[in-house]
């Protein structure tokens, strides 16, 4: 593939991040990938490991002649982010952002972005519960969804050569408003993990009445349930307090459809059951023809080998 953009600053170093500058390395994509992370270890982390072209100690110097900058930090940070970078930001640069949130993030953000520069905010729908500079594998955006919620006025080219990078990392895109976004990664992201935080929360309980057995005996669901609960406390604490209207939108719904099932399981009621579980066992199948699943997860078992910044596509 040919260079999309020559020069890329990445704001964060952590596991999307660290996907990304693998990703446009290995398949061509950038001419230069320079980062910046908060911690000094972090950063010396990723000049050992050669992560990047270059990494910066401050995000000024990262972000000095980027065509692409990339925020990388958690949605409660983005708005600092933004405003210490926008002085050193190239006239005719893209800011995006890879946050779970998206009408919080452009509106902490969007104050910020100097004109002449173009912010089109995004979310990879990708990811693991690994996080850190070593975590990240060129591999991690294939066949997923990278959504972009471009504000009014986005420039059409500015959009499409986005777009462009997306797809070259493997990733298919569409675009959506920014509210709609909220509340879809409501139903399949966020609340989600908030239930799988509570259930390994009452595991954890149980296991001190039960001496470890929940551990011990762990059969596949709550073994899913703990590799959700396993992602980054801060992004999750994030997305909870940035997309509260939401997530208390669903949080009723799930409650409204549990109570139905309670009641069913008090009552008896074997049909409503097994109708309602075939409804769902549908929408799994979905996923899987939709290639939205693999056909052996590890369940956090191991880390997917970071693919070599020198292979190419």
Known sequence: ??????????????????SMAHAMRAYGLAGHV?????????????????????IHDSPADAVAGADLVVLAVPVSAMG?????????????ATVTDVGSVKRSVIQAVAPHIPDGVHFIPGHPL???EHSGPLSGFASLFQNRWWLLTPTPGT?????????????????????????HHDLVLAVTSHVPHLIAYTMVGVADHLRRVTESEVIKYSAAGFRDFTRIAASDP????DVF????DATLDILGRFTEELFVLQRAIRMGDGQHL????????????????AGQDTEAPDFGRSSPAPVSPSAKD
């Open 1 to 18: 593939m040919s260079v999309i953009y020559d020069r890329v600053a990445l704001i964060g170093l952590g596991l999307i991040a660290g």
């Open 34 to 54: 320079a980062g910046y992370a908060r911690s000094a270890e972090t950063r010396d982390t990723a000049r050992r490991i050669n992560l990047c072209d270059s």
């Open 80 to 92: 600092a982010v933004a405003e210490q970078i926008a002085p050193y930001l190239k006239p005719g």
């Open 126 to 128: 990708a990811g693991t």
């Open 155 to 179: 420039d059409p080219a500015a959009l499409d050569r986005l777009q462009r990078l997306i797809r070259g990392m493997g990733a298919n895109t569409e675009d959506m408003e920014a509210g």
């Open 234 to 237: 801060t992004m999750w604490r």
């Open 241 to 244: 307090l940035e997309n509260t």
């Open 274 to 289: 097994h109708d309602y579980f075939t409804r769902t066992r549908a929408i799994r199948r979905g996923i899987i023809q």
